[in-house]
């Protein structure tokens, strides 16, 4: 860390992101699939999202289903790197689609726990095309 900045527990803090990581269209749907490491909260910005699938773990929570809304997503947990045990983290997909509507605008996807962000788990990306669109997929107001 010489010459870096630290934190109260003298990590290093990460390189703020410099460009743009990604670009969505605004009015499309997107499906994303995230490999979930169990250990990192992942919150989205600006637009929710509606989970399609999430990965069958030895551990259960029943907060977050298929078919409900979110922005920030934690996979249960079941597992540990603890060299005492025998169990590791189980890693898996989790599956989600996102309306990209009517807005152009940046988005931040980053790691909700902060110390994480500030190590550098941290995505920035933009919306781009026509303002007001929405995908015809899409029936009502209520996004």
Do not use: W
């Not at 030895?58 to 996979?75: E, T």
């Not at 790691?111 to 500030?118: G, L, W």
Request: with cysteine; aromatic share 12%; proline share 5%.
């Amino acid at each position: 860390c010489e010459g870096k900045r630290t934190n109260e527990f003298g990590e290093c803090y990460g390189t703020p992101p410099t460009g743009q990581d990604f670009t969505f269209t605004i009015g499309d749907i997107v499906e994303i699939d995230y490999y979930a490491p169990q250990i990192h909260p992942l919150h989205l910005h600006v637009f929710g999202y509606q989970i399609t699938h999430l990965p069958e773990f030895a551990v259960k929570n029943d907060y977050f289903q298929v078919g409900d809304y979110h922005d920030v997503l934690i996979v249960p947990v079941s597992g540990d790197d603890d060299t005492s045990t025998l169990e590791k983290p189980e890693y898996g997909k989790v599956q989600f689609r996102q309306h990209i509507y009517a807005l152009e605008t940046d988005v931040v996807v980053h790691c909700h726990f902060y110390r994480h962000s500030d190590l550098g788990m941290v995505m920035l990306g933009k919306t781009v095309g026509n303002v007001g669109d929405s995908s015809s997929q899409v029936k009502g107001t209520c996004y």
